[in-house]
């Protein structure tokens, strides 16, 4: 296949402009906000919407998760966590239904992926650049701050009127750390692609920093991976890129399986010899969805099941594929690993014109993932949009650089 060296230029000054503005919030919302992303990334896409050309027959991935979406509300009829009829009385009250937030963040968060795949060259180089610098920044400033005991967060907040103590400022700003972990990798792209090694040195420095001091240890786990993927993809090329895929798809394929088993080995109880108290809640959390996927393996419990089970699972699973299989069975686990696993093949086929991208795209997933497996909900937005933000990023390096070709990641029906 022969790389394509721009994107169309019809529709794309504003399409540049619009994704330099989620680029230019991407450190402040990442260092004081992490919430925003969902909004930014919901804005994003109606603002490239007016531009976007006639929709065609959705892609693949669009497909998969439109069926995920449809399989997750049709879920809501069996869920506990389903809410009461005549509840929903106005639309304030429909929006914060997750099944409804999931079609939503689908057409938004598709949309604006979608737009970046528009850029022109130049338009994608100016978005990169934006991103790399704006990544930077909030790795040094949120690095710095770790190493202050978070006391400019503090003083934000008092000047805010709105307090804060310090150990939940930490805690606070170490929230940043899980963005800096996946845009990590677009961000050195970036700059490594400009010539700035030294701003790839202090990036890696300032993530490393921040997670470490701030206790974030599922990031530095993502970054490890990460590597390890990069330098598989780098290395290896097409061979790399499928050795990804079956990382991939093994776990959404085994997970309570793997945890049932390893109970029943008496491993489970090794582990909770050797980690701590937070990483023992884990296991016992994993112990307990595992057990009760065992109830309803094939549909599951139902959409947000996880959060009616108290104080055994506090909210969600603390992994994505035991939540995906604890709430949506086998068909939703199984749904959620084709769309990873498409991605995963798109990082082989790109490996063959460009290993490079094709190896930042890798582990920008990789260390999505990881972080999904360790620390936060399926269906957080924030954390969803965070996604959608990344594959924007891998989008403009990857089109600035003159490399990209069309299996770079499309998920929106546009095109």
């Not at 506090?314 to 709430?327: I, K, M, R, S, V």
Request: proline share 5%; charged share 10%.
């Amino acid at each position: 296949m022969i790389a394509k060296a721009a994107g169309p230029e019809k529709g794309t000054p504003w399409l540049t402009g619009v994704m330099i503005f989620v680029f230019v919030m991407t450190p402040l919302l990442g260092y004081l906000a992490q919430l925003g992303f969902a909004p930014l990334m919901a804005l994003a896409g109606l603002l490239v919407l007016p531009v976007m050309a006639r929709p065609r027959a959705p892609a693949a991935p669009t497909l998969i998760l439109l069926l995920l979406a449809i399989w997750a509300a049709a879920s809501m009829t069996w869920s506990p966590a389903a809410p009461p009829a005549g509840s929903l009385k106005d639309y304030g009250d429909v929006e914060k239904v997750t099944a409804v937030k999931l079609f939503l963040q689908l057409a938004l968060y598709g949309a604006a992926a979608a737009a970046a795949l528009r850029l022109s060259v130049r338009g994608a180089d100016r978005v990169a650049t934006v991103m790399g610098f704006g990544v930077l920044a909030l790795a040094v400033f949120v690095g710095f701050d770790a190493l202050t005991g978070a006391a400019m967060f503090q003083k934000l907040r008092v000047l805010s009127g709105d307090p804060i103590r310090p150990d939940l400022a930490k805690v606070k700003i170490s929230i940043g750390c899980y963005v800096m972990a996946v845009m990590f990798w677009p961000a050195a792209a970036a700059l490594a692609q400009r010539g700035k090694q030294a701003a790839v040195v202090l990036l890696l420095a300032g993530v490393l920093t921040a997670s470490v001091l701030a206790s974030a240890d599922s990031c530095l786990v993502a970054l490890a991976a990460g590597g390890v993927v990069w330098l598989l993809v780098k290395g290896l090329g097409k061979a790399g890129g499928r050795l990804l895929t079956l990382a991939i798809a093994i776990p959404f394929m085994v997970a309570p399986i793997a945890v049932l088993w390893a109970i029943q080995t008496g491993f489970w109880g090794w582990l909770h010899g050797l980690v701590p108290a937070s990483w023992d809640a884990r296991l016992n959390i994993w112990a307990f969805a595992a057990d009760h996927i065992q109830d309803h393996p094939f549909r599951g419990w139902g959409l947000d099941a996880s959060r009616t089970f108290g104080d055994a699972i506090p909210l969600h699973t603390h992994n994505a594929q035991l939540q995906l299989w604890l709430e949506l069975g086998a068909v939703g686990a199984a749904l959620a690993g084709a769309f990873f696993c498409w991605l995963a093949h798109g990082v082989t086929r790109a490996a063959e014109t460009d290993r490079g991208g094709a190896a930042m795209s890798g582990a920008a997933l990789t260390s999505y993932l990881v972080i999904g497996a360790l620390s936060f909900g399926v269906w957080q937005e924030w954390w969803i949009a965070v996604g959608a933000l990344a594959v924007v990023a891998c989008a403009a390096v990857r089109l600035s650089s003159g490399e990209y070709s069309d299996e770079l990641v499309e998920i929106s029906p546009n095109d």
